[in-house]
């Protein structure tokens, strides 16, 4: 079956029948297409350029100004044993679970593109790296779709003891490069360019970055605007419930699978919250196709493997779905909903532009501040007991 999709006249018939369906679509329902990019735009102007421009300016400062490169030499002992990566994929790592979805992976790709890991380093990394912020979890997730905010708590736990579950199931991914022999290596000077330089190159490639994903974001919701109108979803949906699946279980499923917000948006109400705090656990780790394509527009010219960040995704999905399914079972979580968790819902949905901004902006710059006064100490520690490295 897979030689036979591999095959470039069925993949780009394929391809042509997509495009012809999704052009008589758009002729037929000009009204969902409108409906659907509007809400794409809205979502794109209060939640994605605030939440994610930010933390793209960060991560690229991060690697431009070497500061990936001193933390790490410092986490060159812990990262390599358990990940077989090196130190300075820490940033990515941190970043991923701090920013969002695709602030990880836009990162890791800059290490790799810095030189500062090697390809098979790059694949490893991107199948554990990008992951979903707190923000998003505990603010949409667990108050706004669960109205718990313990249930928001336990999917961020599961979410990120999956990831580092999937970062050690893929350290035996790749072959093993020896290095050396005997004694350590002298580690290179740390390459750098100037703070004027680094910022002027964050801020165009960040904004470059954020278009990109906001078009994706925009395309994805008239597609799924257009599938819902037309009965696509519900179609696959029941194709889903051929394999046991009931109606409502195979079209959250569905959606999940194609776009984040609405598969989890799919899961508010309704009994059974064991079964969807599992499923708000496997969209959460899957991340959807939507994201996919944010993520392998960055890699389409990188020359880094596709399968293995997908590969990654789907254990991510499946493993934290197990390790929720498991934690509501041995703590069981009442679906009572306070009046504060209502007020505290409605505030997260009312914030506009501004205030979202403001807060992310505060939140980046936190964490720059966090990784320049830990790669200081880091640095007085090295220099104390050895001769310092020029930093160019």
Known sequence: MLHILRQKWLRDLFATIAVLSFSAALVAAPEQAVEGAKNGLILCFNVIVPSLFPFFVLSSLIVDLGLAA???RALEGLMRPLFRVSGSCSAAVVLGFIGGYPVGARTALQLYQQGLCSKTEAERLLAFCNNSGPAFIFGVVGAGVFGNSRVGLMLYLTHTLASLFVGLLFRFYGTVHHRGSGSRQQPKPIETVTIPAAFTNAVTRSFQSTLNICAFVVFFSVVLQLLTAWGAISALAELLGMLGLSSQWAHRLVAGLLELSSGVSSLSGGSGLAGRASMAAFMLGWAGIS???????FLIDSGLSARVYLAGKLCHGLIAAALTWVATRIFPISQTVSHYLIQQTESIAALDFSTALVISTCAAFSCWF???????????????????????
């Open 70 to 72: 001193y933390l790490g």
């Open 291 to 297: 994201v996919h394509c944010q993520v392998l527009s």
């Open 370 to 392: 966090i990784f320049t006064a830990l790669c200081a100490v880091l640095t007085r520690k090295k220099c104390g007991k050895m001769s310092c490295h020029r930093v160019y």
